[in-house]
């Protein structure tokens, strides 16, 4: 029996206005590209930093004004940059769908649909609208060309990492159990589980002093297991960073032209999203 083998349907092309828009939009190797990535990460930043000023009463008081001017035209901004997302893809609802083009809508929908509530019961729920407004933060994330990368090392090194926990489990429950029977309760060591916090806060050398040991043996069992601490932290650091350069040599960070989505392997043909050719 013959094999059949899938053919993904590529749409038509874009006309050229479209493709320059996306070229704009999703790419960054032009001059234009970059300039358009920098100007919207400023805007986001400069977007949520006025929701936080928003957010002091004194400053409201006396800039609300300017607060809500700036609000309403980094709205409009996000908006006209949502359209043309939509328009320079070949299949919008496919953007729409995916995280990004959520978090696009996510941004710009509550300064809409605060407008439709007035009047004072309402406040409370405008503000729960207007810290929703926090959210464009996320829009960044399509910036972070290295996201992909980040998560598919964390995936691959998820093992190693567990079994270092597991080991780290191990070794605060040795350390707590040996510190109980060595300082006592009249150290503040009540039981081995309150022991164990003492040992995972030494460990990670975050150490809040609420219990000290007082012997000169338990002193000495603190000072290995924080030099101990200073040495385990390399070791998950040593793991993902091994598998983050690998991550980095078998991604790329390439758009497509249909749903917008990046991340795809170096050797790749298709869109893993769409299917739509690369």
Known sequence: MPRR????????????????????IFEADTLQGKA???????AIILSV??????????????YGFWLDLAEWSFTIMFTIEYIFRLI????????ARSFLGIVDLISILPSYISLMYTGAETLLVIRVLRVLRIFRIFKLAEYLGEAEA????MRSSRKKIMVFLYTIFLFVVIFGS?????????SGFTSIPRSVYWAIITLTTVGYGDIVPQTNIGQMIAAAVMIMGYAIIAVP????STELLKAYRETTNTACINCGEEGHDNDAEFCKFCGEKL
Request: net charge negative.
């Open 49 to 62: 930093i006025a929701v936080m000023l928003e957010s002091v009463a004194t400053i409201r008081y006396e």
């Open 237 to 240: 650091t040593g793991i993902y």
């Open 150 to 153: 980040l998560i598919k090392a």
């Open 5 to 24: 083998i899938k053919r993904f349907d590529q749409g038509e092309p874009l006309s050229p206005w479209r493709e320059n828009i996306h070229e704009i």
């Open 178 to 186: 040996i510190m109980y029977l060595v300082e006592g309760e009249e």
């Open 36 to 42: 358009f990535d920098v100007f919207l990460i400023v």
């Open 88 to 95: 320079c893809v070949r299949k919008p609802w496919l953007y």
